[in-house]
């Protein structure tokens, strides 16, 4: 990307690491920051384990690991922590989880004699090494308390007006509509500030 020069993790003590569930964000982040991305792979042997094999040192550096939830979801949260730990086992400085999507995040309450699914995968993140989270748009902003370390839930609502207001021809004879009754606050909220 132009005038962005590629830094040397090694004089940045930055090291930016990325799982298989969305390479092309890792790379488009990687351009933007103007660090590379780090050497490791990240694969899943014949009877399907996750494998990770972190290719560089990262002892006393700042991690930051981008792995987004896909269709595979089941997939992407193993390689994550899996990544998490062999980050923290290798003397990682601190943990920083990138992950715009959070699998599980609709399942975060109780229904019945169920589960909160939500909650054991906060668990299982932090208890891998994580030392802060970054996500995007939580489905409920009470997911943060399940996490025993920081998350910063940023929110993608700017950028989206922002794209609708300079890309959609005509949009202001557009109707905003909810999928579901769940998000209706949601779709009120962009109708109100869309003036629609």
């Not at 560089?56 to 922590?81: A, T």
């Not at 290798?90 to 939500?118: D, E, N």
């Not at 007006?161 to 209706?184: C, H, R």
């Amino acid at each position: 990307m132009a005038g962005y020069g590629m830094k040397d993790d090694e004089s940045c003590g930055m090291i930016l690491l990325a799982g298989n569930a969305h390479p092309e964000l890792a790379r488009l982040t990687s351009d933007r920051m103007g660090i590379k991305l780090g050497d490791c792979t990240v694969y899943n042997k014949p009877n399907r384990e996750t494998s990770v094999d972190i290719k560089q040192s990262v002892r006393g550096k700042h991690v930051f690991i981008i792995q987004s939830g896909s269709k595979d979801v089941n997939n992407n949260i193993m390689e994550l922590l899996i990544m998490i730990y062999a980050s923290k086992t290798s003397m990682a400085k601190s943990i920083t989880v990138v992950m715009p999507y959070l699998p599980y995040s609709k399942q975060c309450r109780m229904w019945r004699r169920s589960a909160i699914p939500m909650k054991l995968i906060a668990e299982m993140i932090c208890k891998a090494g994580a030392n802060r989270m970054v996500s995007m748009d939580l489905y409920k902003k009470e997911i943060q308390g399940f996490f025993s370390i920081p998350v910063d839930n940023l929110r993608a609502s700017p950028f989206l007006l922002q794209y609708i207001k300079e890309n959609i021809p005509d949009y202001k004879n557009a109707v905003i509509v909810a999928k579901s009754a769940g998000v209706m606050n949601k779709a009120t909220s962009y109708a109100e500030r869309l003036r629609l």
